[in-house]
């Protein structure tokens, strides 16, 4: 019975070649997963169950050690430069080789599973790790196969993860020890030298960026996604620290995933089965959702005990201010699964302007949706010096610029098309500042942006009256339920209007020199919607 059993673990993996060892574990479960953790003294148990575990060296994601093979399939499509590194195809063969001879003297823990909750269009992969507490992550992270779905599993594509692995920059052709390369022609990923479990997470969520909008037509968005009671699908873009969580969860509505979703003809769906939230500072008081997700089967990363505990201390930064924690999406109680609804009727681009220029709620045209979601823009308080604060400008295109392997203008025109043929409204939503800049006004209130936001969802702005901004050229409205009016025009809430008029002057710049990058591909139709400057 034994070999039986053995026999059938091992025949997923013939076409990688690997030895019939009987150190290959298949598709185990969480709480084996967790077991194997432990012995193998890969992290320890929390006090609420949840696995903690270290990601080495690495406590985020190397975007300069990730790479794209330049083969027939790549060459004409992907968008080169800083972001999508070329890699050559025979070094990626002679790497593969290597570390397949390295493989095969390990331990490894294989898992089958899917990225896409929408069953025509989700890609089935395998994953090989040497770390058990990686497959959990995996398991967590990505859709998990039914028994019936296991059978005759024949993968889209493959994932081949080994920390311990690591590249010789000399010969292999890698700028370091470590490496995240995407083959778009093999469908496969090798990743070495890193413990950071979120490159096969963003790995796979590239792949998709590449095979969703390039074969299919299908618009892939780095984004948030919830419903209403009424079917009523609502999308959040946002850059870390717009409120892009905070804003999704709702407890009225219920949530569609936190991170990757596909838009078709038909659908919003997830492309996965978990979510991997910044734990640092985590409450009970703040963000209950998460807090309670954090139980057994759930993993956190980079975290520290409160000394003499199990309880782990969410304010300790000692080893990384990126701690993660890695749950499965049914460990949110208002989660729907599977994790598919209808078309959006509704999106939201979150910026946090510490400018205080862009509005609090403004309603965008086609051309100026697809313009700001090329721009991607927020700003940041880069900190204080010698009693002086300045906020950092940032932008992202697409709201997520570091997983697209396509130009960003492709993804805006396919977005442009959506929301036309699907008659969607498209708001603009400062969390940012309002009352003047970072160090002269002050934030927005959370309240008045919840307001804002129920209100479009509601339709209760579709009445009132809009005038136009004089240098965005947005549709801002003039009046909201349960926020004051003088709110609404960033420009009456400045002391002195002319300060607010350089300022938006000033920004509006700002985004005309970042677009430059993209002017040469983008469309008449596109372009209409830049600011006055």
């Not at 004409?76 to 493989?103: A, R, Y």
């Not at 028994?147 to 993968?155: I, K, L, M, R, Y």
């Not at 500042?433 to 008045?448: A, D, E, F, N, Q």
Request: charge should be negative; hydrophobic fraction near 35%.
């Amino acid at each position: 019975m034994q070999n039986d059993v053995l026999e059938s673990q091992i025949s997923p993996l013939d076409y990688l070649r690997f030895s019939t060892s009987e150190k290959l574990h298949y598709n185990l479960s969480p709480a084996e997963l967790i077991e194997q953790s432990l012995a193998r003294g890969e992290g320890h148990l929390t006090s609420t169950g949840a696995l903690m575990a270290d990601t080495g060296t690495f406590t985020g994601r190397s975007p300069k050690d990730r790479y794209i093979v330049l083969d027939q399939k790549t060459k004409d499509s992907v968008w080169w430069g800083d972001i999508n590194i070329p890699f050559d195809s025979e070094q990626f063969d002679s790497l593969l080789v290597k570390m397949k001879d390295h493989l095969s003297e390990q331990e490894l823990f294989v898992r089958d599973a899917y990225a896409g909750a929408d069953p025509a269009h989700r890609l089935k992969l395998r994953v090989v790790n040497t770390w058990a507490w990686h497959n959990l992550f995996c398991h967590n992270m990505f859709l998990r196969p039914d028994a019936s779905e296991s059978e005759d599993f024949n993968p889209d594509f493959t994932i081949l993860c080994a920390p311990e692995f690591k590249a010789d920059p000399a010969l292999d052709g890698t700028k370091n020890e470590n490496f995240a390369i995407l083959d778009m022609t093999r469908r496969m990923i090798i990743i070495g030298g890193t413990g950071y479990a979120g490159e096969m997470k963003k790995g796979i969520f590239s792949v998709l960026n590449f095979l969703l909008p390039h074969e299919k037509g299908i618009l892939s968005m780095h984004c948030s996604a919830n419903v209403g009671k009424k079917g009523d699908t609502a999308i959040f873009f946002g850059l870390s620290g717009t409120g892009k969580t905070t804003l999704s969860a709702d407890p009225d509505r219920a949530l569609i995933g936190d991170d990757e979703h596909g838009w078709t003809k038909e659908t919003v769906f997830n492309f996965e089965g978990g979510c991997y939230a910044k734990a640092i500072n985590l409450s009970k008081e703040n963000e209950p959702e998460i807090w309670d997700a954090i139980r057994f089967g759930a993993i956190v990363e980079n975290t520290r005990f409160i000394p003499g505990t199990r309880i782990v201390d969410y304010t300790n930064k000692s080893v990384t201010e990126n701690t993660r924690t890695a749950y499965p999406i049914h460990h949110i109680d208002n989660a729907i699964e599977p994790s598919v609804a209808g078309i959006p009727k509704n999106i939201f681009f979150l910026t946090a302007d510490a400018f205080g220029v862009i509005p609090p709620i403004s309603k965008l045209s086609k051309s100026q949706a697809m313009y700001h979601f090329i721009s991607g823009y927020t700003a940041k308080v880069a900190g204080t010096e010698m009693g002086v604060t300045e906020p950092k400008l940032t932008f992202s295109a697409c709201f997520g610029e570091a997983f697209l392997p396509l130009p960003p203008t492709e993804y805006a025109k396919l977005f442009g098309e959506k929301i036309e043929s699907q008659d969607v409204n498209v708001w603009l939503i400062n969390t940012g500042w309002t009352g003047g800049p970072y160090g002269v006004g002050s934030r927005m209130k959370l309240k008045y942006t919840r307001a804002m936001i129920s209100a479009a969802l509601e339709n209760q702005l579709d009445n009132v009256e809009y005038k136009t901004h004089a240098v965005f050229g947005f549709q801002v409205p003039q009046t909201c339920p349960d926020v004051p009016s003088d709110v609404l025009n960033p420009r009456n809430t400045w002391s002195i209007g002319e300060d607010y008029d350089a300022q938006a002057k000033k920004l509006a710049e700002a985004f005309v020199k970042n677009f430059q990058k993209f002017e040469s591909q983008a469309s008449d139709d596109i372009l209409q919607g830049a600011p006055r400057v």
